[in-house]
């Protein structure tokens, strides 16, 4: 079952399983290549219905240092390439406005990645 919610970026269509509600890979700001690269984070809309369905891209990473675990990997199982990267996969109630979200930031050390 489809799930549409009106952010302030525009319109997000997201499944409904078990009663959750998911949204997958939705921008929380513009991709940062070019100019942006090293840029504070740019705001992002869109017209129209986005698809958030599916994950959004992974931050591409360089292969591990030697003797460290592949835990990026470059390709493979669950690897979705791309510039827009900035995502969330925002999971919540079906029902109800104005809900409590978790937000989970995975780890780094800002020291193998690019």
């Not at 997201?14 to 290549?33: E, Q, R």
């Amino acid at each position: 079952m489809d799930e549409i919610r009106k952010t302030t970026s525009g319109t997000i269509r997201g499944t409904v399983t078990d009663g959750i509600a998911s949204f997958l890979g939705v921008p929380y700001a513009a991709a940062p290549v070019g100019e942006r690269r090293f840029a504070l984070p740019a705001p992002i809309s869109w017209d129209g219905e986005r698809d958030a369905t599916v994950h959004g891209a992974n931050a591409a990473q360089l292969p591990p240092h030697p003797g460290m675990p592949d835990i990026t990997p470059i390709t493979g199982p669950g690897w979705v390439p791309g510039a827009e990267y900035l995502t969330a996969d925002v999971r919540t109630p079906a029902t109800g406005d104005l809900l409590p979200v978790m937000v989970f930031v995975h780890g780094g050390a800002f020291t193998i990645g690019r």
